[in-house]
């Protein structure tokens, strides 16, 4: 290490905490706004002394808030548990699908396989609403429309070329020479893919998994479209405290807070891999 | 040096005569990575389908409202773009937002990634309290945003107005609407760079750098000379990613001013939304993310092309 | 349900107990007012049957996509006496707003079958019924067999009934001979003024009753952190159809010029240009600094939140906003307005959240069945009177004495601003299937007058020009 | 009988051509080394034996047995890669047992058997360690025990001694002889040093840009290279080359070089007159007296001791380089002018424009060369 001087450490020290705090400050306002009834929140000035309250929280999970102008029911939880199964199931799918097709672009070179390649992550970036549209009209025709299995088909559009060139990016980082080995000790390229090349590109795979949850967990649209009320995600379900008898910002704010929290803990327990993950495989050249 | 006396057991190899050999499995080697690749196509060819309508669609003159006037017009909704100054506003606040967020955003997550490359205690606390805001959906980013931008007790006007700033509109005046939307993006997507930059910042082999440090090179040619060369194949990546994302916004943008005021923020997939979810116009609506499609293809490929390229220089120095 | 709160509701009905009498003794057995409501409709809803055979379709479901807002909530309430009245099951989804117009949009599009009913608001069905989504209502009202001869059809608002009424043709006038009707008003939004009273008198103002003293007051109540004047102003066609159409059309200005089935912007006359002028005059010197991304809730929990002193728009949102949640809660007051000092009276646009049939529905008699009960006089009076049904629909429950005095005791000025203005309150926008892209890019651009980008009469006739140059790309002009 | 028979094959990447035309056999228990510069396609064709390539064109035998449609792992092959491919995620010990475990015998055979090859190698006291903890000589053994415990009766050693240091490859190249031919299995060995090829080869196939350019014994590939480059990279320090043109004098053919006439042995060929490269080891110099039958008068410009050996380097007085050498001890100069002599019956003999020896039927020993 380089010798760092006084000044530069404080500088670095500033510039850390002016970081910290650009991008900390929603997330503790907003927390701190979950904790605050309507009325403490519109008060003015905005103030940080309050008495806080659980009663958004309360609200959410039990599915209920009584208020003067009317008794709102929330399904927060259930389009929590929606936001869990369809990022969970579309990640599954994506790695099941992704991993081996990865592994097939990295290893085996065959005619065509750039194309396939560059193609399928094209997909990533077409505009969403694009497919999106005709693709209800097909769904309602071949009965997928408002199912779970549907949805989680279409997340691909998100999930899938993103795993595919991420991991197959570690799959090429791997030497050759290391699987060789293996299927010359005597190994099937099955038992070689998933003792060699699974295990050492884990860490990659692990991230692209990761990265497309946080991508999944985020979509907004594609539930909105295809799906009915019980099959609807937080990003839409947060949106439901927005009534003509008033806004609950409370509710909005532990809505956030709640719709937050898994992908947080999620990230927190993989962020080795995230960051450690990612140093290796297809971001690098 | 002692020879070694051979007491090597003799045992039975492990494959000796011929006829014991065992074949090939059910799957032939040539068709193996078809096979594996085939479950992950026949999926995106689900997508395809659906793509192929769109195009279609977008030739048509197609109002839902309208149905008797539906008919092929070819490429009339194309060639009024042409005409079209919505159209051209359109491509040209896209193409700016796109360039605004990402380049700030580069900017920025460098910047941050290199305050957090030594391995701390600190910075890793740090960085993943960074994760924070990409965990945060986009659709309530700008919900946040906007209730902390609120003109009556939002956090952010008030301590504007602390400062001597009392009259800042946010997303609601033509002047502030793409710093506001733009601020937003920056605050969701910037950790999204910055851990990419990190990744690789952290996985750059350490030689050069000691060897720059003994030769008194100074830190900021050593930046210039060996990080950023050794970096690129990572910025172009995540310059990628980001780019073709920002180029297609929606949530933040139509979540925070739905393309106002007047027309500040009409971007290609708000102006598409609305073209649909509103006028029903089915027909414009697919042209524009036609155009759409065709600016992320083409910007792709560019990319993958040199990123492949560098890929290869790397593969070829390793 | 308890047999003794039955027979004490139809001892009621019989006319064998007092209304009073009977809400004591429901308190007696701890129910609230609101449940006690319930069971009362129930009995309501039982003496219907013998007129009608309400069991026609037992047994089956009908689903129904919903918009989150208090009509549902208090449809929702009421819905076991439907099942226990029918014998049928309903299934509902239901959607915030801000996504609920849209998720409409697909679902019809899709061609789904899902939903047999929905909300929605009459501007839509200008979309829907010419997209062949939605099925036009006559059929069943007319039809002696399916509709309860207890539905009352002509009980409904003129003005809202006729609205939802539309011959499909671009520009028909709406609720002519020949107009289908392609939505069952449901609950509906006068535009008038809603107004923090105690502002206004601790700044000695009187309630305005033209755009020029509406100018004066916002201006001259505009200080201490407070706007003067709430109205919408996101980029959207709501921020055309409140307050804003409902002043234009006073001043006999129209959106469209109908010249024999063509269209063409009408917009850009010189007394429009002037009420442009005032209109943009007011936000820029009295409205929300925020006013280009304010909806119809930020309009709202600025008057409850006491930052705003008078907004000109729904009625609703001044009702909503006086309740206890607020800190203005109880402390608001309602004019009618006519913006033009030379109108006889209020001309105000409305918003009709209203109940369509879905084309696509496997059993259209059967989703009849509710619709006819979800808009029939029973269960609009349980929920104006017990839930926060309002604005009703029928004349009945305005005439109701007891929904009278309710809002007369909390909402000062309410009815009677209602009464004044309803004869004159109508949709002033020309139906036409352009509706949504030429309400929008009006709004933007108002935006970029209010923004100083254009200047108004500039502004206006390029927007006039606009708007003719796509009603001739549609094949309307 | 050829255990391993290599039959014609070809391998090209695209258009560029990796191997063309290869044919080879090496008989069971013996050792084939195959020689050559790196690029020459050795890698490759070790690939293709071992299954984990396929051949654009030809075939493998192995015992008699067609291999196109059997896979890599039923071959029968071990392996050791040159950059040693340990798997990273395995200890020494598990790296070692893969070909074990592959064939599902009984843990305590595979520990009985490990043990015994680590033991042999030296490496049992690392079994436990990951391969990033272990040394490059100690990866080098533990890969080439992974390649030896299954006991195959094919061992392909691919250039096993390239990534070691020079002290570790000098204890090698004694051990591995005497550990292979105990085993019994027919080996190839891949390598880029000739004197590793001659001391681990019973025959040498020299292979250059895809081609077999000579199939020989290490005494036939040294003593009678088939072209200029194979004499050239074998043998240090490397051979002398002059440019000569044979004239037929009365007694028999001549050179001249530095205007020195020097008469060469008898040919098959009829080469008078036409272009030739005389090639004579270093070893094949010596100083003479200026008297002397066909003296050349020489400059000597430097002299390098080395242990065994001394090299000189001298300069003709037509400005060509020579390099002598001769045993530590004998008489030599150390600079100035002198006059070295050359060992006539000891150069070879070479078509200028072939590149081939000549006055040999080199292409008995280079089937390659007669496919």
């Not at chain 1, 390649?117 to 997928?144: D, E, H, M, N």
């Amino acid at each position: 290490m380089q010798h760092v001087s006084l000044i530069e450490r404080l500088l670095r020290g500033v510039a850390l905490i002016l970081v910290v705090v650009f991008f900390m400050f929603p997330i503790v306002w907003i927390v701190l706004m979950s904790f605050q009834t309507n009325e403490t929140i519109l008060r003015v000035p905005p103030s940080f002394i309050f008495e806080p309250t659980i009663s958004n929280y309360k609200a959410l999970i039990t599915g209920k808030l009584e208020t003067s102008a009317a008794s709102l029911e929330i399904n927060f939880l259930r389009n929590l548990g929606n936001s869990v199964l369809l990022s969970v199931g579309s990640v599954a799918l994506a790695l099941l699908l992704g991993v081996p097709a990865a592994y097939a672009f990295a290893r085996h070179k065959f005619k065509g396989s750039e194309d396939i390649a560059f193609t399928l992550l094209s997909f990533r970036f077409a505009p969403p609403l694009l497919v999106l549209l005709p693709l209800s009209l097909y769904f309602q025709k071949i009965g997928l429309a408002d199912t779970y299995i549907g949805l989680i088909w279409v997340y691909q559009l998100i999930c899938l070329p993103l795993i595919l060139w991420i991991v197959r990016g570690y799959f090429e980082d791997i030497s050759p020479d290391i699987e060789n080995a293996y299927r010359i000790a005597g190994h099937s390229w099955f038992s070689t893919f998933r003792k060699i090349a699974l295990p050492l590109a884990g860490p990659g795979i692990a991230a692209a998994g990761l990265l497309a949850f946080i991508f999944a967990w985020n979509n907004f649209i594609f539930a909105l479209v295809l799906a009915s009320a019980d099959k609807q995600p937080v990003t839409v379900g947060a949106l439901a405290f927005v009534t003509a008898s008033g806004i609950q910002y409370g509710q909005i704010a532990a809505a956030i807070v709640l719709s937050i929290a898994p992908t947080l803990a999620l990230a927190l327990y993989a962020q080795r891999y995230l960051v450690e993950g990612l140093s290796l495989g297809a971001v690098k050249g | 040096m002692r020879a070694y006396p051979l007491t090597y057991k003799k045992l039975t190899p492990v494959s000796t005569t011929a006829s014991k050999r065992k074949r090939s499995g059910f799957i032939s080697r040539a068709a193996l990575p078809y096979v594996l690749s085939l479950p992950a196509l026949l999926v995106c060819i689900g997508i395809l389908i659906p793509f192929f309508t769109a195009v279609f669609y977008s030739l048509q003159r197609y109002r839902l409202s309208q149905p008797w006037a539906r008919e092929m017009n070819w490429g009339e909704n194309y060639l009024n773009f042409l005409t079209d100054p919505g159209f051209w506003a359109t491509l040209e606040v896209s193409l700016l937002y796109a360039v605004l967020t990402v380049g700030l955003e580069l900017l920025l997550g460098l910047a941050i990634a290199l305050l957090l490359q030594r391995r701390s205690r600190v910075n890793n606390f740090v960085s993943i309290m960074l994760l924070m805001p990409l965990m945060t959906a986009p659709a309530l980013a700008a919900l946040m945003f906007k209730l902390m931008t609120n003109q009556g007790f939002g956090i952010l006007s008030y301590l504007l107005a602390l400062v001597g700033v009392d009259d800042f509109r946010w997303g609601s005046s033509p002047d502030t609407a793409l710093f506001t939307v733009v601020l937003v993006d920056i605050w969701v997507y910037t950790p999204f760079i910055m851990i990419l930059l990190l990744a690789g910042l952290r996985s750059l082999p350490t030689q050069p750098f000691e060897a720059a440090a003994l030769d008194g090179v100074p830190r900021i040619q050593q930046f210039f000379r060996i990080t950023l060369p050794m970096l690129t194949p990572y910025i172009l990546t995540a310059a990628l990613f980001r780019l073709l994302e920002s180029i297609q916004q929606f949530d933040i943008i139509y979540a925070m001013t739905q393309g106002g005021p007047g027309d500040t923020l009409t971007v290609f997939q708000v102006e598409a939304y609305l073209n649909f979810f509103q006028s029903t116009n089915v027909g414009r609506s697919a042209a524009l993310l036609m155009i759409l499609w065709a600016i992320t293809f083409f910007i792709s490929n560019i990319f993958i092309k040199n990123w492949l390229r560098l890929r290869e220089r790397a593969r070829g120095e390793a | 349900m308890y047999d003794k709160e039955k027979s004490l509701a139809k001892d009621f009905l019989d006319g064998k107990l007092s209304r009073r009498e009977l809400i004591k003794r429901f308190g007696a057995m701890g129910l609230t007012a609101s449940s006690a409501g319930v069971l009362l409709n129930m009995q309501a809803s039982n003496a219907l049957a013998a007129d009608f055979d309400w069991k026609k379709h037992s047994g089956k479901t009908v689903k129904l996509l919903l918009n989150k807002h208090p009509y549902t909530d208090a449809m929702i309430a009421n819905l076991d006496n439907f099942k226990a009245l029918t014998g049928m099951d309903v299934e509902y989804d239901i959607f915030p707003e801000d996504v609920y117009f849209d998720k409409v949009t697909a679902a019809l599009s899709s061609g789904s079958s899902e939903y047999d009913a929905f909300m929605t608001g009459a501007y839509m069905t200008w979309t829907y019924g010419p997209a062949g989504w939605i099925e036009d209502l006559n059929e069943w009202i007319e039809d002696p067999e399916k509709t309860n001869p207890n539905y009352a059809w002509d009980d409904m608002l003129e003005g809202v009934k006729s609205s939802c009424a539309w011959n499909g043709k671009p520009g028909g006038e709406l609720g002519s001979a020949d107009a289908k009707q392609w939505c069952i008003p449901w609950g509906y939004e006068q535009n008038n003024l809603s107004y923090n009273a105690g502002m206004l008198d601790a700044a000695g103002i009187a309630v305005p009753t033209n755009i020029d003293e509406l100018g004066e007051a916002a201006a001259a109540l505009t200080k201490d952190g407070v706007y003067g004047l709430g109205v919408r102003g996101s980029r959207s066609w709501a921020t055309i159809h409140p307050g804003f159409l409902s002043g234009y059309a006073n001043f006999g200005e129209k959106d469209l010029n109908n010249d024999g089935g063509k269209l063409s912007a009408a917009m850009n006359t010189d007394v429009s240009k002037d009420y442009h002028s005032k209109w943009v005059k007011m936000i820029q010197d009295s409205g929300a600094k925020d006013w280009a991304t304010h909806t119809w809730y930020q309009v709202g929990t600025d008057l409850g939140a006491g930052k705003s002193a008078i907004i000109y728009d729904a009625d609703i949102l001044g009702y909503f906003m006086n309740g206890d949640g607020n800190a203005m809660g109880g402390k608001l007051a309602y004019a009618p307005f006519a913006a033009n000092p030379e109108a006889s009276a209020p001309t105000p646009n409305i918003w009709i959240w209203s109940m369509a049939m879905a084309k696509a529905s496997k059993d259209k008699d059967a989703t009849w069945q509710f619709l006819q009960w979800a808009t029939g006089p029973e269960h609009g009076l349980f929920g104006a009177t017990k839930m926060d049904f309002v604005n009703p629909v029928r004349k009945s429950v305005w005439a109701d004495e007891m929904f009278r005095e309710r809002l007369n005791s909390s909402y000062p000025g309410y009815v009677e601003m209602h009464d004044v203005s309803a004869p004159g309150a109508k949709i002033h926008f020309t139906a036409q299937p352009l509706f949504f892209d030429l309400t929008t890019e009006w709004a933007s651009t108002l935006q970029k007058m209010v923004a100083n980008e254009v200047p108004v009469d500039e502004g206006l006739d390029q927007l006039a020009e606009s708007v003719n140059v796509q009603l001739k790309d549609a094949g309307l002009g | 009988m050829s255990y391993l028979e290599v039959n014609r094959v070809s391998k090209h990447y695209k258009k560029n051509q990796v191997l063309q035309d290869v044919s080879l056999d090496v008989e069971s228990g013996r050792t084939l080394v195959l020689f050559g510069p790196s690029g020459a396609g050795k890698t490759v064709l070790l690939r293709i034996i071992a299954g984990v390539v396929e051949p654009s064109d030809g075939t493998v035998f192995i015992d008699g047995e067609d291999m196109a449609p059997v896979e890599a792992e039923h071959r029968g092959v071990g392996m050791a890669f040159q950059n040693f491919a340990l798997f990273p995620h395995m200890t020494a010990y598990d790296n070692i047992a893969s070909p074990l475990t592959a064939e599902k015998l009984p843990a305590s055979t595979i520990e009985e058997r490990v043990q015994s090859v680590a033991k042999l190698l030296k490496i049992d006291h690392v079994l436990a360690q990951l391969p990033r903890a272990l040394s490059n000589g100690q990866k080098q053994r533990t890969a080439l025990s992974r390649a030896l415990v299954g006991e195959p009766p094919l061992l392909l050693l691919d250039d096993p001694l390239r990534n070691v240091d020079a002290k570790l490859r000098f204890e090698m190249r004694l051990e591995l002889p005497r550990l292979l031919s105990g085993r019994g299995a027919t080996v190839v060995y891949v390598t880029q040093d000739y004197k590793e090829a001659m001391a681990m080869g019973d025959k040498i196939a020299v292979l250059n840009e895809g081609r077999i350019q000579q199939y020989g014994t290490p005494e036939d590939v040294y003593l009678r290279p088939a072209t200029i480059e194979i004499a050239r990279l074998f043998g240090d320090p490397v051979i002398n080359l002059f440019d000569v043109t044979p004239n037929q004098g009365a007694d028999g053919l001549f050179a001249s070089l530095s205007g020195v006439d020097i008469p060469l042995p008898d040919l098959s060929e009829q080469i008078a007159g036409s272009e030739c490269v005389l090639a004579v080891r270093p070893e094949n110099l010596e100083f003479v007296d200026a008297k002397a039958d066909n003296a050349i008068p020489v400059i000597v410009e430097a002299e390098t001791p080395l242990n065994e050996k001394v090299i000189t380097l001298a300069m003709t007085t037509g400005g060509r380089e020579i390099l002598l050498s001769r045993p530590a001890g004998a008489p030599g100069i150390a600079s100035g002018n002198a006059h070295v002599a050359i060992k006539i019956d000891s150069t070879l003999m070479f078509d200028k424009a072939t590149s081939k020896l000549l006055g040999s039927n080199s292409n008995e020993s280079n089937r390659g060369e007669a496919a």
